[in-house]
């Protein structure tokens, strides 16, 4: 099936778009730091996600040392094994550096998983530590959390790092119809991970003209989230293509991953034309390289702590 799918992004594109289960997976290993303590993580290139050690997490969560933390996670997974009726299906296993510095099989879960194990922990660390993951997750954290609470701690996360009011509306509003897009994608029967990044590579390179890795090269970015670093104009198109996709579908009902990549194909083309009408009438090219860190104000130099001088939005941070 991926096979068919990639050729059939060929013939929508006439460029082959070489989707991220046929580029060798990357994984980055580095190591978080919360509350001064260590937490080994590693990223996904090929998911685009963040896998935390399980370990790490729980002697955060109990503040204790490795070895309690260690035979404390052996009986934590022992018993959701036994709740569960089936082996822990939560973790995988990555090489991870060691404190000798071996890289030994640890125990490992994605963003979902980690916040399940979380939920089984007593602990008054289990707040604070969500608000970190929310930082290094980002918008896959969001996604897994009570909707309407996730978006207020959305808002309180950007603003906190220095985000414009108008860019944070928008992300959040670009959060919704992304959301509203997957949503679709499932009731069209399509519900594997890496179709999912099939059908928004695609809708990338339509619209943008490039896939999301190429758009995140674009912008020198690594593991930050791409949407995070879009500017206003970036962001209305990206959300004009998914919602046109979106609206489409409900009226097509498309069944399986092909028919949902004609009308992602669709939608794609919709902000693609708007894209080119308003580059035209501006002169110049709307997609931007640069990233967050360009715009943003640095949370020591916030309005309130300390003027800066440049160009600001009408609530004295910069405008993205």
């Known amino acids: ?15 082959f778009i070489y989707p991220s289960y046929l580029n060798i997976m990357v994984k980055q290993n580095s190591i978080k730091i919360f509350e001064e303590k260590k937490v080994r993580t590693v990223w996904d290139s090929e998911q685009e996600e963040w896998y935390f050690s399980v370990v790490d997490v729980v002697a955060v969560l109990t503040e204790s040392n490795y070895q309690v933390a260690r035979n404390y996670w052996k009986v934590l997974k022992n018993r959701i094994n036994k709740e569960q009726n089936q082996p822990v299906t939560i973790c995988n296993q990555l090489k991870l550096i060691a404190s000798d510095g071996k890289r030994r099989e640890t125990d490992v879960a994605d963003l979902e998983g980690i916040l399940r194990i979380i939920q089984s922990i007593p602990s008054k660390k289990a707040e604070p530590i969500k608000r970190w993951l929310a930082r290094v997750g980002s918008e896959r954290f969001y996604q897994l959390q009570d ?19 108008s860019w944070i509306n928008q992300r959040i509003k670009t959060i919704e119809i992304r959301k509203g897009l997957t949503d679709e994608w499932k009731r069209s029967g399509v519900e594997n ?11 990338s390179k339509i619209w943008s003209g490039m896939t999301t890795r190429e758009y995140k090269e674009h912008k020198g970015l690594t593991s930050q989230n791409l949407r995070d670093n879009m500017t206003n104009m970036e962001l209305l198109l990206n959300a004009l293509a998914e919602q046109t996709a979106t609206d ?10 092909v028919e949902a990549a004609h009308v992602a194909k669709d939608g794609a083309e919709v902000a693609r034309n708007a894209r080119a009408d308003i580059e035209q009438r501006l002169g110049r090219s709307v997609i931007s390289s640069e990233k967050a860190i360009d715009h943003i104000t640095p949370k020591d130099e916030l309005p309130f702590k300390k003027k800066r001088q440049g160009r600001t939005g009408g609530n004295g941070t910069l405008k993205l």
């Open 248 to 257: 489409l579908s409900k009226e097509r009902n498309p069944e399986g991953i």
């Open 193 to 203: 991970e890496s179709d999912y990044a099939v059908l928004t590579d695609l809708m």
């Open 1 to 15: 099936m991926q096979t068919i799918v990639a050729y059939f992004l060929y013939f929508c594109t006439e460029k």
């Open 147 to 165: 909707p309407e609470r996730s978006i207020e701690q959305a808002v309180r996360d950007y603003r906190r790092l220095g985000y414009s009011e």
